[in-house]
């Protein structure tokens, strides 16, 4: 082929035009953060032979062992395992010892395995971990990320950033609510209360556990997610159900998604469920269970159908 100033004009065009049409792609999705450490507080690390303090814009892990030269200290969250997550870790310094970073996989509340995405390392710098780059079991559906300090008697390191998010296209999202008084929920052994100028849900007096019901259903899909936001709960755990339906709308069966959960991010692939064979609708009910002085902020519930 003999390439001419007409040929060259035409193929930047066309790079031009796809690039227009990458923007537009871009712009068309939404990113989720389903985490950040430094908004979520220390009261969500899980200690395991390590420590994970806040001080001065960084998370300090430093192992305390007495058993030997390793510790490790994790989020107590789960990641939900969504299109195009991005788990964003910055090591800011690594002062004694080295570290390791693993992802911890689950299928809902079901331990499945553990794999290194960095092992041994003494270099501080950025980790952009894309679990879909990582051989996680094929049934997963959420992930925790694990921090080791190894290799050294007190090994420490620190964090300037540990974020996890995920872009989600605008035409793949079916409803997106907030779920608050005014959404039209039925409410069952709980009313709604202020609390720091913030509607919350509590249990009703003499209540150990109730729920509230968004009542509309929606059509199951084979590739359907499911999204819920909870930015606290205090004193209690929630429950994330699904009240299943057939094709004509008849109440086939309740079942629950994620269970027993705290705070943040949470999410369901109805299609790794064991549903009923006919079930094809469901409403989302959550639930609150704890003492007298439980509170949730219920926050945005995602339906979107997902690749």
Same mark, same amino acid.
């Given at each position: 082929?003999t390439?001419?100033?007409?040929?060259?004009?035409?193929?930047?065009?066309?790079?031009?035009?796809?690039?227009?049409?990458?923007?537009?792609?871009?712009?068309?999705?939404?990113?989720?953060?389903?985490?950040?450490?430094?908004?979520?507080?220390?009261?969500?690390?899980?200690?395991?032979?390590?420590?994970?303090?806040?001080?001065?814009g960084?998370?300090?892990?430093?192992?305390?062992n007495?058993?030997?030269?390793?510790?490790?200290?994790f989020?107590?969250?789960? *990641?939900?395992?969504?299109?195009r997550l991005? *788990?964003?870790t910055?090591? #800011?310094?690594v002062d004694?010892?080295?570290y390791?970073? #693993?992802?911890?996989a689950?299928?809902g509340?079901q331990?499945?395995?553990?794999?290194?995405?960095?092992t041994?390392?003494?270099?501080?710098?950025?980790h952009?971990i894309?679990p879909?780059?990582? #051989?996680?079991?094929p049934?997963?559906?959420?992930?925790?990320?694990?921090?080791?300090?190894?290799?050294?008697?007190?090994?420490?390191?620190?964090?300037?950033?540990?974020?996890a998010?995920?872009?989600l296209?605008?035409?793949?999202i079916?409803?997106?609510?907030m779920?608050?008084?005014?959404?039209?929920?039925?409410?069952?052994k709980t009313?709604?209360?202020?609390s720091?100028g913030?509607?919350?849900?509590?249990?009703?007096?003499? +209540?150990?556990f109730?729920s *509230?019901?968004?009542?509309d259903?929606?059509?199951l899909?084979?590739?359907t997610?499911i999204?819920?936001?909870a930015?606290?709960?205090?004193?209690g755990?929630?429950?994330? #159900?699904?009240?299943?339906?057939?094709?004509?709308?008849?109440?086939?069966?309740?079942?629950?998604?994620v269970?027993?959960?705290?705070?943040?991010?949470h999410?369901?692939r109805?299609?790794?469920?064991a549903?009923?064979?006919r079930?094809? +609708?469901?409403?989302?009910?959550i639930?609150?269970?704890?003492?007298?002085?439980?509170?949730?902020?219920?926050?945005?519930?995602?339906?979107?159908d997902l690749d």
């Amino acid at each position: 082929m003999t390439y001419t100033a007409t040929t060259t004009n035409a193929l930047k065009s066309l790079l031009a035009a796809m690039g227009i049409l990458l923007a537009a792609a871009v712009s068309n999705a939404e990113e989720i953060v389903v985490f950040d450490a430094f908004n979520a507080g220390d009261e969500v690390w899980h200690w395991g032979g390590a420590k994970a303090k806040t001080a001065d814009g960084v998370i300090t892990i430093s192992e305390m062992n007495p058993d030997g030269n390793y510790g490790d200290a994790f989020p107590d969250v789960k *990641i939900p395992l969504l299109p195009r997550l991005a *788990i964003d870790t910055y090591i #800011q310094s690594v002062d004694t010892g080295a570290y390791t970073i #693993q992802l911890m996989a689950f299928k809902g509340d079901q331990f499945l395995s553990s794999m290194d995405v960095v092992t041994g390392s003494t270099e501080p710098g950025p980790h952009v971990i894309d679990p879909s780059t990582v #051989q996680l079991p094929p049934d997963a559906d959420s992930v925790r990320i694990k921090f080791w300090a190894v290799h050294a008697e007190g090994a420490t390191f620190t964090l300037s950033r540990l974020r996890a998010s995920a872009s989600l296209p605008a035409d793949s999202i079916r409803i997106d609510d907030m779920l608050k008084p005014s959404s039209g929920l039925e409410l069952d052994k709980t009313e709604w209360a202020e609390s720091d100028g913030e509607e919350v849900l509590k249990l009703s007096d003499g +209540a150990t556990f109730g729920s *509230i019901l968004r009542p509309d259903s929606f059509p199951l899909h084979d590739n359907t997610v499911i999204l819920f936001h909870a930015p606290s709960i205090l004193g209690g755990v929630m429950t994330l #159900q699904l009240v299943l339906f057939d094709t004509n709308g008849l109440y086939l069966d309740s079942i629950d998604a994620v269970k027993h959960e705290g705070a943040g991010w949470h999410s369901t692939r109805p299609a790794n469920l064991a549903l009923p064979d006919r079930a094809a +609708a469901a409403a989302v009910k959550i639930w609150i269970a704890g003492g007298p002085d439980v509170r949730l902020k219920p926050g945005r519930l995602i339906v979107a159908d997902l690749d």
